[in-house]
């Protein structure tokens, strides 16, 4: 079984075209069997990038809305979704200082590593950690994770 995390800058491609998306949407094909692991917060990221890429014009109001709808149903049935836990907020917190990523990058690798603990403490295959944030990716490579970026297949 393959176990995924994918950040927000990497699952939106499942909703947006975009280089990478017809990747992402490999690796997320149901017949696969893999497990797709998110965190909470990834649904308001994506949401929101949506939402502004509707203001700003380069996406429909229609296509804005399937999509909002889209990732509704998904979360409810394709995603393994990681609360954000005060064990992940303080994992986070020493990520944010140790790299100097953004808030919720580093909440996103401090998920990411806590699946990443679980999956080898069952005997499983590490995670692969997927993101198109290369400041995140080297963060996570730094800190152990087998990565891969969408954008390096276009």
């Known amino acids: 079984m393959t176990v995924y995390f994918f950040d927000s800058s990497a699952l939106v491609k499942r ?59 998904d979360i409810q049935s394709e995603y393994q979704v990681i609360e954000i836990t005060d064990i992940i907020i303080n994992s986070a917190m020493a990520l944010a200082e140790k790299h100097g990523l953004r808030g919720y990058d580093a909440v996103q690798l401090a998920g990411a590593k806590a699946i990443n603990n679980l999956c080898i403490a069952n005997s499983l295959h590490p995670l692969t950690f997927i993101s198109a944030d290369q400041e995140l990716n080297n963060a996570a490579v730094n800190e152990g994770l087998v990565v891969d970026n969408p954008n390096d297949h276009p």
């Open 15 to 73: 909703y947006v075209a975009e280089i990478g998306s017809a990747w992402v949407m490999s690796l997320c094909n149901p017949t696969l069997k893999s497990t797709v692991f998110i965190a909470a917060i990834t649904a308001v990221e994506i949401t929101a990038a949506i939402s502004r890429r509707f203001r700003g014009g380069s996406v429909s109001y229609t296509d804005a809305t399937t999509v909002y709808h889209q990732l509704r149903n």
